[in-house]
């Protein structure tokens, strides 16, 4: 079992960046693929961004390819997502989540989750 935090969420302007991060307690948290996903105001939980048990593999939803970048240091136990160019329509509550088989984007194959951090981009 893993236990996740959230942290570094706010408000920014259009264009601007942000970096999110994750921390992780409790055992094995190399073996876990982790992701950060989002949901935003009206919308359904929707995958964002994940990263390989290594940090070797990464994945990105269309919408902020370019933009965002995933990684993980395995020896301090966390993940982070900077964000850069930020658009209002990345407003959401963004989550960290943690699951242990690869291969899939679906928020309900995410085993662990954080309480979410809010970013808020302002137009």
């Known amino acids: 079992q893993v236990q996740l935090g959230e942290s570094g969420g706010g408000l920014v302007q259009a264009g601007g960046s942000l970096r999110l991060s994750c921390a992780a307690s409790?055992?094995?948290?190399?073996?876990?693929?982790m992701g950060w996903l989002r949901r935003a105001p009206g919308k359904e939980r929707e995958f964002v961004a994940g990263?390989?048990?290594?940090?070797?593999?990464?994945d990105y939803t269309d919408s902020v390819k370019g933009r965002f970048t995933i990684s993980r240091d395995n020896a301090k136990n966390a993940v982070y997502l900077q964000m850069n160019s930020l658009k209002p329509e990345d407003t959401a509550v963004y989550y960290c989540a943690a699951r242990r088989a690869a291969g899939s984007r679906r928020p309900s194959d995410y085993d662990y989750w954080g309480q979410g951090t809010q970013v808020t981009v302002s137009s």
């Open positions: 990263i390989s048990w290594s940090g070797g593999s990464m």
């Open positions: 409790g055992r094995s948290f190399s073996s876990y693929v």
